[in-house]
Nanobody, 117 residues
Framework: QVQLVESGGGLVQPGESLRLSCVAS????????MSWYRQAPGEERDFVAS????????NYARSVNGRFTISIDNAKNTLYLQMNNLKPEDKAVYYC??????????WGQGTQVTVSS
């Protein structure tokens, strides 16, 4: 059974960093696209970053490119999102997403990131 569990969110000041984690079970990273999405209150759930082919390829939303890094630790079955130079606009609930190739899509429960002075 597939399960995604996010952690690592919290309250930080602008310019600080956080690393989010998503522990995945029941998935094969080599055949699963892993992504981070975020959703602020009253707004749509937006794409943040994705990792394909077990981390061989990555894509980022323009708003986070150069500040965020998505990565995978195969040994720990964990997806990460390193978030540097956080801005107030980054405040949102961050969700881990897994899309199996020509199969089902899964979501984690989300972890809250708050960026405030």
């Amino acid at each position: 059974q597939v399960q995604l569990v996010e952690s690592g969110g919290g309250l930080v000041q602008p310019g600080e960093s956080l690393r989010l984690s998503c522990v995945a079970s029941g998935l094969t990273f080599s055949t699963t696209a892993m992504s981070w999405y975020r959703q602020a209150p009253g707004e749509e759930r937006d794409f943040v970053a994705s990792s394909f082919n077990a981390g061989a390829s990555t894509n980022y939303a323009r708003s986070v490119n150069g500040r965020f890094t998505i990565s995978i630790d195969n040994a720990k079955n964990t997806l990460y999102l390193q978030m540097n130079n956080l801005k107030p606009e980054d405040k949102a609930v961050y969700y881990c997403n897994a899309q199996e190739y020509r199969n089902r899509e899964y979501w984690g429960q989300g972890t809250q990131v708050t960026v405030s002075s």
